[in-house]
């Protein structure tokens, strides 16, 4: 069996205000919610985007949209007028946070794909 990552349920949306990068993660069916926020703790996160988010990680849970919120400080090398990095902005890291394994795969000890 396949270990199933974020992206089998949800979608992600990021955005960046100089170092600080936002990303939303978005369940596609409400019923996926719980797993969503299960699966994306600012712990899981911190391990998942390793060498990547050097600040702290805040999360909102935001459960009228079925998502949550992160805003991680120093993540973009200085941001878009300060890096040489060919991502400044953080766009491509939505795709990053969308292959970390849900929770469900981590507690069978499943060993994700």
Not at 99 to 104: G, H, M, Q, R, W
Request: charged share 20%; aromatic share 4%.
């Amino acid at each position: 069996m396949t270990a199933r990552r974020l992206h089998d349920i949800a979608h992600a949306r990021t955005g960046d205000k100089g170092d600080t990068l936002t990303l939303s993660i978005f369940a596609f069916r409400p019923e996926d919610y719980p797993l969503l926020v299960a699966s994306t703790t600012v712990e899981r996160m911190r391990t998942h985007l390793v060498g990547i988010v050097a600040g702290e990680i805040r999360r909102t849970e935001l459960p009228l949209l079925h998502g949550v919120h992160f805003v991680c400080s120093q993540a973009l090398k200085g941001g878009v007028n300060l890096s040489l990095a060919l991502d400044t902005h953080g766009k491509s890291l939505s795709y990053a946070a969308l292959a970390l394994p849900l929770l469900e795969a981590a507690q069978t000890g499943e060993e994700p794909r």
